[in-house]
């Protein structure tokens, strides 16, 4: 699939982070990213707009959208930004401090042409 063969199911745009825990562990975070993620292991074709740093938060992210076969054709990158990260240290939401990044910075001439065709846009 090329950013404008138009085979798409979904494109998910917004963000993108890595949450992290108490207990050390990193999982997908953001909401665009986990839709992406969740849409992708039912085996829609998914591709994912957002921007994310180069640091390791956005490369272990990267990894994991690849491995669930998430197209990354629009995912930007933001050298100079980090990637957002959740913490929340005791599992309590209320709790949850979030470091906002590079998927902020993203542009709408970002944003994939009208060309670019999906069953949904979410």
């Given at each position: 699939m090329t950013p404008m063969s138009g085979a798409l199911d979904w494109l998910a745009v917004g963000d993108v982070a890595e949450e992290r825990g108490s207990d050390s562990s990193a999982i997908l975070g953001?909401?665009?990213?986990?839709?992406?993620?969740?849409?992708?292991a039912l085996r829609a074709r998914v591709?994912?707009?957002?921007?994310?740093?180069?640091d390791d938060a956005g490369r272990r992210v990267?990894?994991?959208?690849q491995r669930l076969k998430v197209d990354l054709s629009w995912l930007r990158s933001a050298p100079a930004?980090?990637?957002?990260?959740?913490?929340?240290p005791d599992g309590q939401p209320q709790r949850r401090r979030v470091e906002r990044g590079a998927d902020l910075a993203l542009r709408l001439d970002?944003?994939?042409?009208?060309s670019v065709?999906?069953?949904l846009t979410v």
């Open positions: 953001g909401g665009a990213a986990r839709l992406a993620a969740h849409a992708a591709s994912l707009v957002a921007k994310m740093g180069e990267r990894d994991a959208l930004m980090r990637t957002t990260v959740w913490h929340e970002e944003i994939p042409p009208m065709v999906a069953a």
